[in-house]
């Protein structure tokens, strides 16, 4: 056989491969292509942490100071700071769609916040925690989230929530908001909105209204039913006894 020959044969051989390995790859692709992508892990909800619906106070009026007897959830426990929210009031009744039981602030002549602190635990808002709330205002007044962490820092979160026109419910997220420190002696902001911040132990969440309340009638307050929080609770520590 010529060397010639032999050349050609060895081309032939090649061209016929090349051909056979593209129509194989052309083949493959559609399959590869109809492949199912492969499943992302799906987000683990935050469990509910608490949830307060407040509780009408016998003998007393219908309006009268929020205090610890007003509380529903037996593990939770008031707090209220500043000057003014000794005059945070609770109201409503039970069951009524239009006018339920809630706190407002529509008497507190300056900035007034108030807190749950859950006795037994601390709990982590990281990942997929939220709050969620049943919230009313008048004027430009909004509810702010508020939460106090395990070293008594105290931060006020950037996303008021309400509208005038009648009770809606809120979600939010934690690690949408950004914070900045609270004065909570006069229930003032201090400093700038922080880069950062550690919310795996928090101590205590509520809410803030920044601006004084009008009084009764329309124009200045926020209203707030029931209150929600989903989170991972953290164990408290308890103080070992001295010997």
């Known amino acids: 056989m010529s060397r010639r020959i032999v050349l050609v044969s060895i081309v032939s051989c090649l061209v016929l491969m090349a051909i056979a390995s593209s129509a194989f790859a052309q083949q493959a692709a559609p399959a590869a292509a109809n492949a199912a992508p492969a499943a992302r892990p799906r987000p683990v909800p935050a469990p509910l942490f608490f949830r307060e619906d407040w509780k009408a106070v016998p003998g007393v009026p219908v309006e009268h100071p929020i ?37 407002w602030t529509g008497m507190c002549e300056g900035p007034c916040a108030m807190t749950f602190r859950e006795k037994n635990n601390y709990v982590d808002l990281t990942g997929n925690a939220k709050m969620s709330w049943y919230i009313k205002v008048s004027g430009f007044h909004k509810a702010y989230p508020l939460l106090k962490l395990a070293d008594g820092t105290f931060l006020l979160g950037d996303l008021g929530v309400g509208t005038v026109s009648a009770y809606h419910p809120y979600e939010l997220s934690f690690s949408d908001i950004r914070w900045i420190k609270m004065d909570m002696d006069k229930v003032y902001t201090r400093g700038n909105l922080l880069p950062s911040v550690d919310l795996s132990k928090v101590d205590e969440i509520g809410f803030v209204d920044l601006i004084p309340g009008s009084g009764h009638g329309d124009g200045g307050y926020v209203d707030v039913g029931w209150v929600e929080v989903y989170g991972k609770p953290v164990k408290r520590e308890v103080a070992s006894s001295s010997r």
């Open 67 to 103: 205090d610890q007897l007003g509380i529903a959830n037996p593990n939770l426990q008031l707090k209220l700071y500043g000057p003014f929210s000794k005059d945070i009031q609770e109201n409503g009744a039970a069951g009524d769609p239009f006018n339920p039981l809630h706190v």
